[in-house]
């Protein structure tokens, strides 16, 4: 699709995953994002979370008897918490700071958080310069 303006993406050059669960373009600044956390649990994360409850049965189970088994759901509970945390922390765009999952809550704070993002980042850069100029005094 052209649209006449030559568009080109904020980073070019990109770390390459293997396996990424999602790859998409970042909507503000054009980048080519991947995704390797999937929110969803894999068969490997369930085998774990039987053998936790295992284990925490093979403790409580003198107090608790069968009714340990109930562990089962706190457990999950937090490994749904752990998995869609890794996710939306991926989904923030490291190169322009743009967050969709605020964006569809909330567009204000979608728009702040780029705001800052950028402010940090010339913050940085400016600080960077400064130890540079510092360091060419020094020398
Ligand atoms: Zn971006």
Redesign the pocket.
Known sequence: MSIGIDVKP?EERVYRYKQPFKSFY?P??R?KRSIIHNFRLTKGNFFQIVLITIVINICVFPFTGAKGLFFIFPVWGVFEFVKRSLFKKEIA?P??G?DASWYKRDVKVARKIVEEFWLTKAGQSSALKDEKLEAEAIS
């Open positions: 904020l970042c503000l600044c980048t765009c190169h322009c743009f």
